[in-house]
C-alpha cells in the first residue's frame, strides 16, 4: 500500500487528550498497511502565543528570530505525538522541516517551497515508522529556520504529498470539510462533497481560512487530491480535484468575507501617465500586497485612488503614501479600517449571466452600501462596512440557494 499524508490543525492536536486520540487514528491506518506521513500544526494558540512574545521583546521583532522561535510551536506538537505513537507500541520519528529537509527561499514569515528532499522520510517508513513532520517550516539555502506564512502546515502536507507521490492528502481540521460558507458565522451553510481547485484557490485567497492558498496552489499544479475532513468524526469530508463538466451548473458554489484588509484614499490625484507607478513603487518595494484597486474617472485631469492592503500593513502603507501624495500634489490621503470584502465564487460565473446585478440586489434590499466592486471569471468582492460582514455573508447564501433545507421535526 502506498503513502498517505495526514495533517492535524492547531484545535485538533490543542490538548494531551486530543494529541492521543490523533495518535490512535493514525496507528489504525498504519496497521491497514498504509506508509503514515503525520503533519502537525503547533497546538491551538501557541503560535499566537510565541508572536506575544516576541512583541513584549520589541513591537517590529527581528524576523529572523521570530521565525525561529514561531517554528517551535510545531517542534512541540509532533515531539509530543511521536511520544504518545511510542507509548502506544508503535514505531515512530518525528522530523523538523530542516531534518528532512524542506528547502524554502529566504523570505521570513513567508517563505515559498522550493524543494522537498524525501530521502529521510522513506527511510523511516521503510523502516516500519510513523514519520511525523512539524508544519509551517523549512530552511534556505544558508541553514535558516524558515517559516512559510500563517496556516502554512496545509502546504507542508500537500508539499510532501507531491513529493512522496502520496495516494491523498488529508487534511483533518475542526470542520467536517468544506462548506458553502464559514459554518461557524452562517448557520445554514452546507458542506460540499467536492469543489474544483479552482474554486477552492479563489476561496482560500478570498478569506476561507480552512484551506490556505499555497496549499490549494500546489495541490493544483502536482494533482495531488485533497481531503478535508474533520478530526473528530468518522464523515467523509470533501474533495477537492480537478474541474468536471457538471460542476458548471451551479453557478455560486461558495461565499467568502475577509476582515482582514483596509482602505485607503488618495483625493485629487494628479491624472497623468506614470502616476500609478510612482504611488504604487515605495509600497511594492516594501513587500506590501496590494489587492483591489480603484481609480475614478478623471474630471479637470484630477481623480481619486482607492486601493486595499492586508490591515496589519495598513499604517506603514499609509505612512508611505502620504509622503509620496505630497511629492505628487494630491490633496489628501484617507484610511478605513473598518471594512470587509464578501465574495461570491463560482466555475458557472462562466457561462451565466446576470450573476452580479443579483449580488447587487441582494446587498441592496438590506441596505448595504457597496464601496468598491472587483470581479474575476469565476469570483465576484464588494467592499463593504464592516458591521454588515455577518448579515451580508448570510443574505447571499441565500439569495444564490445555498441555505440547507430546515432539519426535518422529528
Ligand atoms: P486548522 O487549525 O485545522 O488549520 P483553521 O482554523 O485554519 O483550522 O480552518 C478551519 C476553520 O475555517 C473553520 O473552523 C471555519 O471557521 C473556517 N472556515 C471559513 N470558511 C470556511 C468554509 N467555507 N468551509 C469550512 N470552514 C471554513
Ligand atoms: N501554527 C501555524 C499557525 O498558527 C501554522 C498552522 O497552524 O498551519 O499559523
Ligand atoms: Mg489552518
Same mark, same amino acid.
Given at each position: 500500500?502506498? +503513502?498517505?499524508?495526514? @495533517?492535524? #490543525?492547531?484545535?485538533?492536536?490543542?490538548?494531551?487528550?486530543?494529541?492521543?486520540?490523533?495518535?490512535?487514528?493514525?496507528?489504525?491506518?498504519?496497521?491497514?498497511?498504509?506508509? $503514515?506521513?503525520? +503533519? !502537525?500544526?503547533?497546538?491551538?494558540?501557541?503560535?499566537?502565543?510565541?508572536?506575544?512574545?516576541?512583541?513584549?521583546?520589541? %513591537?517590529?521583532?527581528?524576523?529572523?528570530?521570530?521565525?525561529? !522561535?514561531?517554528?517551535?510551536?510545531?517542534?512541540?506538537?509532533?515531539?509530543?505525538?511521536?511520544?504518545?505513537? @511510542?507509548? $502506544?507500541?508503535?514505531?515512530?520519528?518525528?522530523?523538523?522541516?530542516?531534518?528532512? =529537509?524542506?528547502? /524554502?527561499?529566504?523570505?521570513?514569515?513567508?517563505?515559498?517551497?522550493?524543494?522537498?528532499?524525501?530521502?529521510?522520510?522513506? &527511510?523511516?517508513?521503510?523502516?516500519?515508522?510513523?514519520?511525523?513532520?512539524? #508544519?509551517?517550516?523549512?530552511?534556505?539555502?544558508? #541553514?535558516?529556520?524558515?517559516?512559510?506564512?500563517?496556516?502554512?502546515?496545509?502546504?507542508?502536507?500537500?508539499?510532501?504529498?507531491?513529493?512522496?507521490?502520496?495516494?491523498?492528502?488529508?487534511?483533518?481540521?475542526?470542520?467536517?470539510?468544506?462548506? /458553502?460558507?464559514?459554518?461557524?458565522?452562517?448557520?445554514?451553510?452546507?458542506?460540499l462533497d467536492k469543489i474544483s481547485y479552482e474554486e477552492?484557490?479563489?476561496?482560500?485567497?478570498?478569506?476561507?481560512?480552512?484551506?490556505?492558498?499555497?496549499?490549494?496552489?500546489?495541490?493544483?499544479?502536482?494533482?495531488? %487530491?485533497?481531503?478535508?475532513?474533520?478530526?473528530?468524526?468518522?464523515?467523509?469530508?470533501?474533495m477537492?480535484v480537478p474541474e468536471t463538466k457538471d460542476m458548471e451548473k451551479i453557478v455560486?458554489s #461558495?461565499?467568502?468575507?475577509?476582515?482582514?484588509?483596509? &482602505?485607503?484614499?488618495?483625493?485629487?490625484?494628479?491624472?497623468? %501617465?506614470?502616476?500609478?507607478?510612482?504611488?504604487?513603487? %515605495?509600497?511594492?518595494?516594501?513587500?506590501?500586497?496590494?489587492? $483591489?484597486?480603484?481609480?475614478?474617472?478623471?474630471?479637470?485631469?484630477?481623480?481619486?485612488?482607492?486601493?486595499?492592503? =492586508?490591515?496589519?500593513?495598513?499604517?506603514?502603507?499609509?505612512?508611505?503614501?502620504?509622503?509620496?501624495?505630497?511629492?505628487?500634489?494630491?490633496?489628501?490621503?484617507?484610511?478605513?479600517?473598518?471594512?470587509?470584502?464578501?465574495?461570491?465564487?463560482g466555475v458557472g460565473m462562466r457561462t451565466h449571466?446576470?450573476?452580479?446585478?443579483?449580488?447587487?440586489?441582494?446587498?441592496? @434590499?438590506?441596505?448595504?452600501?457597496?464601496?468598491?466592486?472587483?470581479?474575476?471569471e469565476i469570483?465576484?468582492?464588494?467592499?463593504?462596512?464592516?458591521?454588515?460582514?455577518?448579515?451580508?455573508?448570510?443574505?447571499?447564501?441565500?439569495?444564490?440557494?445555498?441555505?440547507?433545507?430546515?432539519?426535518?421535526?422529528?
Open positions: 500500500m502506498g +503513502v498517505i499524508v495526514q @495533517k492535524y #490543525g492547531g484545535t485538533s492536536v490543542g490538548s494531551i487528550e486530543k494529541i492521543k486520540a490523533v495518535a490512535e487514528r493514525v496507528i489504525e491506518g498504519h496497521r491497514q498497511g498504509h506508509k $503514515m506521513v503525520v +503533519v !502537525l500544526s503547533a497546538m491551538a494558540g501557541q503560535t499566537d502565543g510565541l508572536i506575544d512574545l516576541a512583541h513584549k521583546i520589541s %513591537p517590529e521583532p527581528d524576523l529572523r528570530e521570530l521565525d525561529v !522561535l514561531m517554528a517551535t510551536g510545531e517542534q512541540v506538537s509532533v515531539a509530543l505525538f511521536a511520544m504518545a505513537v @511510542k507509548s $502506544m507500541g508503535y514505531n515512530a520519528c518525528s522530523l523538523l522541516g530542516f531534518q528532512v =529537509p524542506i528547502h /524554502t527561499d529566504a523570505l521570513y514569515g513567508k517563505a515559498r517551497i522550493q524543494d522537498v528532499d524525501t530521502a529521510r522520510i522513506m &527511510r523511516e517508513l521503510d523502516q516500519g515508522r510513523i514519520v511525523t513532520v512539524a #508544519g509551517f517550516q523549512g530552511l534556505d539555502s544558508d #541553514g535558516n529556520i524558515t517559516t512559510l506564512g500563517r496556516g502554512g502546515s496545509d502546504t507542508t502536507a500537500v508539499a510532501l504529498a507531491a513529493a512522496l507521490g502520496a495516494e491523498v492528502c488529508e487534511i483533518f481540521t475542526d470542520v467536517d470539510g468544506v462548506y /458553502t460558507t464559514d459554518p461557524n458565522i452562517c448557520p445554514k451553510a452546507r458542506k477552492m484557490l479563489e476561496m482560500a485567497s478570498l478569506g476561507a481560512k480552512v484551506l490556505e492558498i499555497r496549499a490549494v496552489e500546489f495541490a493544483k499544479k502536482f494533482n495531488v %487530491p485533497i481531503h478535508v475532513r474533520s478530526t473528530f468524526n468518522r464523515e467523509k469530508g470533501t477537492v455560486v #461558495g461565499i467568502t468575507y475577509n476582515k482582514n484588509e483596509a &482602505r485607503i484614499t488618495i483625493k485629487k490625484v494628479p491624472d497623468r %501617465p506614470g502616476i500609478a507607478a510612482q504611488i504604487f513603487e %515605495p509600497v511594492f518595494r516594501s513587500g506590501i500586497v496590494v489587492d $483591489m484597486i480603484v481609480q475614478n474617472t478623471s474630471e479637470d485631469e484630477i481623480t481619486d485612488l482607492t486601493f486595499t492592503v =492586508p490591515k496589519p500593513d495598513f499604517h506603514r502603507t499609509l505612512k508611505l503614501v502620504k509622503e509620496v501624495a505630497r511629492d505628487i500634489g494630491a490633496e489628501a490621503v484617507l484610511g478605513d479600517e473598518d471594512i470587509a470584502k464578501v465574495s461570491i465564487i449571466a446576470g450573476v452580479a446585478q443579483q449580488m447587487f440586489k441582494a446587498l441592496a @434590499k438590506e441596505n448595504i452600501n457597496i464601496m468598491m466592486i472587483s470581479t474575476s469570483k465576484i468582492s464588494c467592499v463593504i462596512e464592516e458591521k454588515y460582514t455577518e448579515l451580508a455573508v448570510r443574505t447571499l447564501h441565500e439569495a444564490f440557494g445555498l441555505d440547507r433545507e430546515a432539519e426535518p421535526e422529528s
